[in-house]
């Protein structure tokens, strides 16, 4: 395969800079983790957005975390059509195989995918429309949402609301698996939503009962 090339110099530099340090530190940990083979703590569904640092902001180590990334931390409803689905598999390995005890939807501000959903949804987007578009055509599973605040008064409000449901649409959709629906039900899984602020690093944790989500 002649299209792959080594990577940058900065990348390998920061490497060995890694494996003297950090990974140097806690060998005896990197070992167990090997041997013992992992088991995470929680399942956390978060963006691609390069912006969320799930892992930064709840501190985890190395084998605490089984992280899935999408486009705008979506999860689909469950489709057993035999097609390629990435995240349900994710998701299917964490509750099936690892027994994970929580899985964690986490949002974010200023959403590229969440943006993009409600630009299509308003009209102004038809590159998002075309059959073609992976994004488009991922992003049509926040569509019920885009439903539940289109009447709001203001766009930024609206989109900010549109964030928020992309994990409440996404809690929803969990609960159309079989296997998380008996998990839940059995106690041994519990979901979560969370919606992170980028700029002012505050974090609101969705309430089920009340339907809104409050600050930590
Ligand atoms: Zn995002």
């Known amino acids: 395969m002649e299209f792959a090339r080594p990577l940058p110099t900065y990348l390998i530099t920061r490497y060995h800079g890694w494996k003297a340090t950090q990974y140097n530190e ?22 691609c957005d390069s912006r969320v640092h799930v892992t930064s902001i709840f501190g985890a180590e190395t084998g605490e975390f089984f992280i ?23 998701i299917e390995y964490a509750v099936a195989a690892l027994k994970v005890p929580h899985i964690i939807v986490m949002g974010h501000s200023s959403c590229g995918g ?8 308003t009209g102004t987007a038809p590159e998002l429309e075309k059959e073609t578009s992976f994004v488009g ?18 766009t930024a409000e ?7 449901e992309g994990v409440v649409v996404s809690l929803e959709n969990l609960m159309t698996f079989p296997f998380i629906r008996e998990a839940v039900e059995n106690e041994t899984l519990s979901l979560h939503g969370l919606w992170n602020d980028i700029s002012g690093g505050g974090l609101e944790s969705y309430d089920g009962k ?5 600050p930590i």
Request: aromatic share 8%.
């Open 68 to 90: 899935h990334r999408n486009i705008a931390n979506l999860v689909p409803p469950y489709e057993p059509d035999g097609d390629h689905h990435g995240t349900s598999a994710a």
């Open 158 to 164: 609206q989109i900010s609301a549109l964030e928020r």
């Open 114 to 121: 969440v943006l993009g959903c409600h630009s299509m949804c």
């Open 26 to 47: 806690n060998k005896a940990w990197y070992r167990r983790l090997a041997e013992d083979g992992q088991h995470p703590r929680a399942m956390v569904i978060s963006c």
């Open 210 to 214: 009340t339907g809104k989500f409050e």
């Open 137 to 154: 055509r991922w992003m049509d599973i926040l569509r019920p949402g885009f439903e539940r605040i289109k009447d709001l008064p203001d």
